[in-house]
């Protein structure tokens, strides 16, 4: 009788309405959260294909958990130099802040030059 009550759980899921998504990414989302469910159903009943099962292990593998690693410090990189380049910016606006203040002090201007 649990079988029963999980199956029907289980259906009473994935016929769940979902509201219509104010984006692309949103329905995106929906989409891959309505795949898992159906694949988690049928890893569950034994009727999974097995492309199904081989994505969910390598999805467990020690290799796809390094992979995945590796590009959360890729990104984190790329936006540390993006940081980067930002202050680099900023610090020659200052500069060149100075750089005028000094010359106006000293009596230099630009038209004299």
Same mark, same amino acid.
């Given at each position: 009788?649990?079988?029963?009550?999980?199956?029907?759980?289980? %259906? #009473? &899921? %994935?016929?769940?309405?979902?509201?219509?998504?104010?984006?692309?990414? &949103?329905?995106?989302?929906?989409?891959?959260?309505? &795949?898992? =469910?159906? @694949?988690?159903?049928?890893?569950?009943?034994?009727?999974? %294909?097995?492309?199904?099962?081989?994505? *969910?292990?390598?999805?467990? %593998?020690? !290799?796809?958990?390094?992979? !995945?690693?590796?590009?959360?410090?890729?990104?984190?990189?790329?936006? @540390?130099?993006?940081?980067?380049?930002?202050?680099?910016?900023?610090?020659?606006?200052?500069? #060149?802040?100075?750089? =005028?203040?000094? !010359?106006? *002090?000293?009596g230099h201007s630009d038209e004299d030059e």
């Amino acid at each position: 009788m649990a079988q029963r009550k999980n199956a029907s759980n289980v %259906s #009473n &899921a %994935s016929k769940q309405k979902f509201r219509p998504a104010c984006t692309p990414e &949103a329905r995106e989302n929906q989409l891959i959260s309505l &795949a898992v =469910d159906l @694949a988690e159903k049928q890893l569950r009943e034994g009727t999974a %294909s097995s492309q199904v099962i081989t994505h *969910y292990l390598k999805l467990g %593998s020690t !290799k796809e958990k390094i992979e !995945k690693e590796i590009l959360e410090k890729q990104k984190d990189l790329i936006e @540390a130099k993006t940081e980067n380049l930002k202050a680099a910016q900023r610090i020659e606006e200052l500069y #060149n802040k100075a750089l =005028d203040a000094m !010359k106006s *002090y000293s009596g230099h201007s630009d038209e004299d030059e």
